[in-house]
């Protein structure tokens, strides 16, 4: 499928620094912020633009993949109830759980419940990492004593699984992005404060961008900062409604910069949620945890 206005450029990425400090609750032992490695790259975002991200070391001689407007098809993770379909903002407040080692995600709490296959990495090389869905403080009583339920980064949006308490390390982010579609604004609150508003570019009435809670996965630095996709990539754990797979990736949808600044504010994408390069930078400047929450309404 094509879009005349969509983006067209491969985008080369490279690791953000670990090194980088970190305004979140997250112990010293933990502060990994958004790595993400650069050898998995060519699978993210892959429902943003008209042609994949790629490494810059890859032949040109490579055909341009083709998308699928077919449903998306759900693998790992089995489809919950209708209900439990839509997170909001009241059900993700900030908690992250980093797991300690493997994930042991189940698709109920218990220890004997069908273990769900996400691994320790996501597809670009970024730690693997949860929101919280509830309150986690230490005071607060749990959904299922020794359990959290996780929002997951996979297919179908809004899909949930559990963990055991001594599996992860859970942390607090004050921040919190809002993203409204129909006045096409991203919104950033600190502990409800706003602390940044921007316009953007969202999905075609085609492609729209999917609305529901999720949050942040990973974060790509590219090395072609005037590319596509900006100088960075947000990844989320959301996925296109329309695209089921999309060049190498499964339409994971994120929040990124772009070379075509006149074009903000407006609905271009294939789901993906552009800023201004500026915009971008200013939403790094931030310092967002990995698992920070994001409302797409």
Not at 18 to 36: E, K, M, W, Y
Not at 87 to 113: H, M
Request: aromatic share 6%; charged share 15%.
């Amino acid at each position: 499928m094509t879009n005349p206005t969509a983006q067209t450029d491969r985008v080369p990425s490279t690791p953000v620094s670990s090194s980088l400090p970190r305004r979140s609750f997250r112990p010293a032992a933990v502060t990994i912020g958004c790595v993400v490695a650069v050898i998995a790259a060519v699978s993210l975002l892959g429902s943003c633009s008209g042609d994949r991200a790629s490494l810059g070391s890859l032949p040109p001689s490579i055909p341009e993949a083709t998308a699928s407007t077919t449903a998306p098809v759900t693998t790992t993770v089995p489809a919950p109830a209708a209900d439990d379909l839509m997170l909001t903002a009241e059900d993700l407040l900030g908690w992250i759980a980093t797991p300690v080692g493997d994930p042991d995600v189940r698709t109920q709490p218990a220890s004997d419940a069908a273990k769900l296959d996400i691994g320790p990495k996501t597809n670009a090389g970024a730690p693997t990492t949860f929101a919280i869905v509830g309150d986690a403080s230490p005071n607060a009583s749990t959904e299922v004593d020794g359990w959290y339920r996780v929002a997951l980064p996979d297919r179908p949006n809004g899909s949930t699984g559990w963990v055991p308490q001594s599996s992860v390390t859970v942390t607090k982010t004050p921040f919190r992005i809002f993203v409204d579609l129909e006045a096409r604004t991203l919104r950033v609150e600190r502990d409800t404060t706003e602390v940044f508003t921007t316009t953007v570019a969202i999905g075609t009435a085609e492609n729209p961008t999917p609305q529901n809670g999720s949050y942040v996965t990973e974060l790509i630095a590219n090395t072609n900062p005037t590319g596509s996709y900006g100088p960075f990539a947000f990844g989320l754990s959301l996925h296109s409604d329309t695209l089921s797979e999309f060049g190498t990736g499964d339409g994971q949808v994120g929040i990124h910069g772009t070379n075509q600044p006149d074009l903000i504010g407006q609905a271009v994408s294939h789901g993906c949620i552009r800023l201004n390069n500026s915009d971008i930078q200013e939403l790094v400047d931030l310092q967002l945890p990995l698992g920070v929450p994001v409302f797409i309404t």
